[in-house]
């Protein structure tokens, strides 16, 4: 993957393009080498941190936002959701952000777990965040729609964006996770599938569940992403690559 490839981004219908930049960016067109080439944006696994501020001015610049715009957190598989203009300590840990002010544009970095973009285009509230299994279990997703709420957000109008992630296809896993999914959500139709070996769980189908649970309409929420597991050549993936691959990052801000 030559590093002078152009930078992809898979984007949503659900979110305006009036009033919001937004993307899920594919893994080209950065300066990253090996499992990372090449658009790495994340600098927690150990990649030459030139090559992830790089990575991030050409996205941005892609984008058509500027660097020092991005907003980001550490995240923690956890359920915490930060509003932009709080106190952020430099070791702060959440996996949810919203904002509703021009300037900020908000990153949920992931490979393999969802990262989930928020519009409200009537209060103008954006959200990000990332959830894996841990995430979507705890209630993550709800969280964010909670603290849009507090931003003057109806949940009908919040668009709800599911970015490249594990699909049902590949995230097998134990009975105790199938046990902690059937616990949190009931049973809902799809999420447990069978797979060749052990049961798979459907993150997208939990999430949806959770979604219009908290007031979103079906029609507002785009969960039928690709497979970041499946497309080696576009997407890096936790579970194929370990640590040594790369991590996505999805975007969104007010303009
Ligand atoms: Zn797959």
Redesign the pocket.
């Known amino acids: 993957m030559s590093d002078d490839a152009p930078i992809r981004l898979h984007r949503s219908s659900v979110i305006p393009d009036v009033g919001f930049v937004h993307g899920f960016p594919e893994r080209a067109g950065g300066v990253s080498t090996g499992p990372r080439a090449s658009l790495n944006l994340g600098a927690r696994w150990g990649d030459d941190r030139a090559n992830v501020t790089e990575n991030r001015r050409r996205l941005a610049a892609h984008a058509g936002y500027d660097p020092d715009q991005l907003v980001a957190t550490r995240h923690v598989h956890g359920t915490a959701v930060w509003r932009h203009g709080e106190p952020l300590a430099d070791d702060a840990e959440f996996d949810g952000l919203v904002c509703n002010t021009v300037g900020p544009v908000l990153g949920a970095f992931a490979a393999d777990c969802i990262p989930l973009l928020f519009a409200d285009p009537v209060a103008r509230v954006a959200g990000a965040a990332h959830a894996g299994w841990r995430g979507t279990v705890g209630g993550v997703a709800t969280n964010v729609v909670d603290r849009m709420r507090e931003l003057g957000s109806k949940p009908e109008n919040v668009r709800v964006a599911l970015g490249p992630s594990?699909?049902?296809?590949?995230?097998e896993v134990g009975p105790e996770v199938v046990a902690e999914f059937t616990a949190a959500f009931g049973d809902v139709p799809g999420m447990i599938v069978d797979g060749p070996n052990k049961q798979h769980v459907d993150l997208r189908v939990a999430t949806r569940a959770q979604l219009e649970q908290a007031g979103v309409l079906p029609e507002h929420i785009d969960a039928a992403p690709p497979?970041?597991?499946?497309?080696a050549d576009r997407f890096f993936s936790y579970r194929r690559d370990g640590r040594e691959g790369g991590v996505h990052m999805g975007f969104i801000g007010l303009t």
């Open positions: 594990i699909g049902p296809c590949c995230f497979c970041t597991r499946c497309e």
